[in-house]
């Protein structure tokens, strides 16, 4: 989850450094877009720590098994991550590559391979987290209040 702050985070910086009005809207985009949606990864995962007892990643694998109603939440959260429509992130970073590639046409290459990884990695945290074996240590646990749910409504829905 942190590494996609730093990535998002990159190309804010790049976005407001440019000096035009697309780094601008797109950078104060960003910065709301990723603000909601990495704390509510966040708040994901503490929600996983407080039902498994582990920050593992393998301990806390095939999540979807054990709590598959926050397994919508882990998609819709991690999609919006990877600036899927209809997100925030994906206004941000479309007015964000705009500016970037405006300024310099030598950071079309940098861009692609900065986007592409970032969304990769976020691919691979939801899919090794709730997919895959579940640990044999652990049978069952509760699957969610509607606190959370409304706490990750308001994450997602800005």
């Given at each position: 989850i942190a590494y996609s702050s730093v990535a998002h985070m990159g190309?804010?910086?790049?976005g407001i450094m440019t000096f035009n009005y697309w780094g601008f809207c797109g950078s104060f985009m960003m910065m709301i877009a990723?603000?909601?949606c990495s704390s509510g990864l966040f708040c994901l995962a503490n929600i996983s720590y407080e039902r498994m007892n582990s920050r593992s990643m393998f301990m806390n694998k095939g999540l979807m098994n054990l709590m598959p109603s926050m397994t919508l939440w882990w998609f819709l959260l991690s999609s919006s991550n990877m600036a899927a429509p209809p997100s925030m992130n994906l206004m941000g970073e479309i007015s964000l590559l705009n500016s970037l590639i405006s300024w310099t046409w030598v950071s079309i290459l940098m861009l692609m391979?900065?986007?592409?990884f970032s969304a990769v990695y976020?691919?691979?945290?939801?899919?090794?987290?709730?997919?895959g074996k579940i640990y044999s240590g652990k049978f069952s646990c509760s699957s969610g209040y509607v606190r959370e749910y409304l706490l990750l409504f308001l994450h997602w829905f800005p």
């Open positions: 190309m804010v910086l790049g990723h603000g909601l391979l900065l986007s592409f976020t691919l691979f945290l939801y899919s090794y987290s709730q997919h």
